[in-house]
């Protein structure tokens, strides 16, 4: 009997329980636990039903992703056929209630449709997740699914992949109980109920009243695929699941199964399963630091001070609350406090609006953020978080200021997003006390958090930001305090390339077209439109001091600058905005450019879509091995989770260093080369670049050479 399942008898009823803790995932030896279990459950004589139910903090979130990773790198035979599985579920000649808590996710729930019934605590949550792994369900989800909550429901389930909660499953017919209090008991009391009742306990397969017909579903069919190009763009399983769903209604069961098989297999086999499955990992091993492990000591977080109640001051008080923690908001002046008091209700409004949030949830949340004009009650405070205008000594002063009122273990964070966090770190008295924890704006949205540590910050205090971080659900990346740290460091020559590009003949519109065609969430433009030209010109200021005699800048921004055209904000920059936040082609400005590149004296042609591409992702890429070589990033993967989370950069292409081991290191490097010799010493190819393509190595071959360093085991991946 497998170590991975256990059961027991209660009253007539076998208990079937995975026991695979993290998340009780199917893998091996728990399909076959199960099955072993229920065979015995159908010869049992005593045994009159049977319930299912995953122990520890959740039912089974799914197919082992390991497995598939193996398959889909055709290093294993994957993740195991469960049809045998499935089918003696549903074909036991005695009623199989399965009993839901936390996730059933993808070949969780698949498992959960075969029994007879449903039953889950309050909290439960319920999906078909696969398409985030660019995949199908492979465990005859989607000849299920639709059986249960009908075509159209079944379909939004599928390619959005976002869970439903217990409530919304019932109303759709996905589950057929909520149950208060002790699960188990209660799914053991309702499985005698149903066993005493004599059943028929149909089998889900038969359920085909809520499938229509080919022509009633045609137009969902159709409405589905366009949602699918809409919310997916560029993504091929969210298109494909809709034709397993297709399958679904036109075939009879066995052969939409085998259907949903040759789909699966064949989303397993591409580069989009690839790469959202490293995504996958990527995103959880960052929170594996070198030199942390769990026995690290954290600080505890009751109460937070913030400093600074502007755009990012209140993003960042809102994310404190929304994690029940106590926020002092602190700021100069009356009017500005109330700016960023009045900024926060908005926010929490328009969250009720969207019924993301209940009113009195808004309320309990409006409550734990305390607006302060003066460092009083910050004695009390665990953390403070400095939100301040992007100023060195302001920032400075600002430290000075809490260094003397704050508690001895106080972590005292910055939020800065360029500034360097020693310099920051040395205005205390405590350096070792003074992290770096980035938040991107809009803070209560954006999921990612960059932790930076300074060359003095206690490895207690990293612990900390990163245990934070993880608490606020944000995805927390540690990375080492350089200019810009890894994401904006990364950006700087990327927005520096575009903008030689449209010098050099494309346009704003062109450049931001081939980055959207790419699958990039935003054009640069747009982007730099967004954050404001003049923040954007400071940054060029700070970098030209940097140059070298000769060395080439980008020669328009401050003629848009220079022009008020501060994008957003004043209604203009690259483009033109009426509505505040679509971009308008604008042919001032593409003038503009023109007049000034003749002016320089730069010869003028027309790019193609490629050459664009190359350009503003080699030079992103070269600039993140730069990061990689001189450590200021622990993983490859890191700088993946970083764009993906923060710079709208598409998962499915796995991230810029994923996507630079897809297109091949050495024809980057080839290209980066070419570059060099056109355009100069910006060029010049990365160190640990040129090394990994000599060695013939990627970026993911170096992670997993480095893993050990960094975790003390060989993946963490
Ligand atoms: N397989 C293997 N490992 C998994 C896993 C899975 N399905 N889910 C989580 N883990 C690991 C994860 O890597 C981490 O490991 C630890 O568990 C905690 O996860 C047949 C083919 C369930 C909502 O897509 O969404 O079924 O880093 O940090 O924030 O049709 O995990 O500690 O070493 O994310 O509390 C479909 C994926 C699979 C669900 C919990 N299922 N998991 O979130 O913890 S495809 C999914 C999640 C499939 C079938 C198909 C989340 C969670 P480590 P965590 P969490």
């Not at 920059?573 to 509505?579: F, L, Q, S, T």
Request: proline share 4%.
């Amino acid at each position: 009997m497998s170590e991975l399942v256990k059961f027991s008898v209660e009253s007539g009823v076998e208990v079937i329980t995975v026991e695979n803790p993290p998340v009780n995932a199917l893998s091996p030896g728990v399909p076959e636990g199960i099955a072993e279990s229920i065979g015995r459950a159908a010869d049992g004589a005593s045994v009159r039903a049977v319930v299912l139910i995953g122990a520890g903090r959740t039912f089974v979130a799914g197919a082992d992703i390991k497995q598939l990773e193996e398959q889909a790198h055709g290093r294993g035979p994957g993740a195991p056929n469960l049809h045998q599985l499935l089918k003696s579920i549903e074909d036991c000649p005695k009623p199989v209630v399965v009993a839901i808590h936390g996730s059933a996710l993808g070949g969780g729930l698949e498992l959960a449709m075969a029994g007879h019934y449903r039953v889950a605590s309050p909290d439960a949550q319920a999906g078909q997740p696969e398409v985030n792994l660019g995949i199908i369900p492979g465990a005859e989800g989607s000849q299920r699914l639709p059986r249960l909550v009908g075509v159209a429901a079944a379909i939004e389930m599928f390619v959005s992949g976002k869970a439903i909660g217990a409530s919304e499953a019932v109303r759709l017919g996905l589950f057929d109980k909520i149950i208060e209090g002790d699960l188990r008991a209660g799914a053991v009391a309702f499985a005698r109920h149903v066993a005493e009742s004599g059943g028929p306990h149909r089998r889900t397969r038969d359920k085909t009243e809520k499938l229509g017909s080919p022509e009633s579903n045609a137009a969902i069919l159709d409405a589905g695929r366009e949602r699918a190009r809409k919310i997916r763009r560029n993504m091929i399983a969210p298109l494909r699941v809709i034709d397993a769903v297709e399958a679904a209604v036109a075939l009879p069961f066995e052969e939409g199964c085998r259907r949903e098989r040759e789909i699966v297999e064949k989303c397993l086999a591409g580069e989009e399963a690839r790469a959202l499955i490293h995504a996958f990992f990527a995103e959880r091993a960052v929170s594996k630091v070198r030199g942390i492990s769990k026995e690290t000591r954290t600080h505890s977080i009751r109460m937070a001070g913030v400093i600074g109640a502007g755009t990012m001051g209140t993003g960042i008080a809102m994310v404190l609350a929304n994690a029940g923690i106590t926020v002092l908001l602190k700021e100069t002046d009356q009017a500005a406090l109330d700016r960023g008091v009045a900024s926060v209700r908005k926010n929490y409004e328009s969250a009720v609006h969207k019924a993301r949030l209940t009113a009195h949830e808004m309320e309990e949340r409006i409550a734990l953020i305390q607006p302060q004009l003066t460092y009083s009650s910050f004695g009390d405070a665990d953390i403070i978080i400095e939100a301040v205008f992007e100023n060195m000594s302001l920032k400075k002063q600002v430290f000075g200021e809490i260094d003397k009122i704050a508690k001895g273990d106080c972590v005292l964070a910055t939020n800065t997003s360029t500034l360097d966090i020693d310099e920051i770190a040395g205005a205390t008295s405590r350096p070792h006390m003074v992290v770096g924890i980035h938040f991107f704006s809009p803070a209560h949205v954006m999921r990612l958090v960059e932790v930076v540590r300074g060359a003095r910050t206690d490895k207690e205090v990293i612990a900390t930001a990163m245990a934070l971080a993880k608490r606020l659900r944000k995805v927390g990346v540690l990375v080492g305090n350089c200019r810009g740290f890894v994401g904006n460091r990364m950006m700087l020559p990327y927005m520096r390339e575009a903008q030689f590009l449209v010098e050099e003949g494309s346009t704003p519109s062109q450049v931001d077209q081939a980055l959207y065609d790419f699958g990039i969430a935003m054009g640069i433009f747009a982007v730099d439109d967004m954050g404001g030209l003049d923040l954007g010109w400071r940054v060029l200021q700070d970098t030209k001091r940097l140059l070298k005699p000769g060395d080439r800048t980008p020669l328009v921004l401050e003629k848009l600058y220079d022009a008020h055209r501060w994008g957003q904000k004043t209604g203009a920059g690259w483009y033109r905005y009426e509505d505040g936040r679509t971009p308008i082609r604008d042919p001032e400005v593409e003038a503009l450019i023109e007049t000034t590149a003749e002016q320089a004296g730069i010869a003028r042609r027309s790019i193609s879509k490629e050459e664009i591409i190359e350009r503003c992702l080699y030079v992103m890429i070269n600039e993140g091995s730069r990061i990689l070589g001189e450590g200021f990033a622990q993983r490859a993967a890191d700088i993946d989770t970083i764009y993906i989370t923060g710079y709208g950069f598409p998962a499915y292409r796995g991230g810029p260093m994923w996507y630079a081991d897809t297109v091949g290191l050495s024809k980057i490097y080839e290209r980066i080369l070419e570059f060099h010799r056109e355009h100069g010493e910006y060029w010049t190819p990365a160190p640990l670049l040129e090394r990994l393509v000599r060695d013939r190595q990627t970026f993911a071959a170096f992670d997993a050479a480095n893993e050990q360093a960094v975790t003390g085991s060989p993946e963490s991946q």
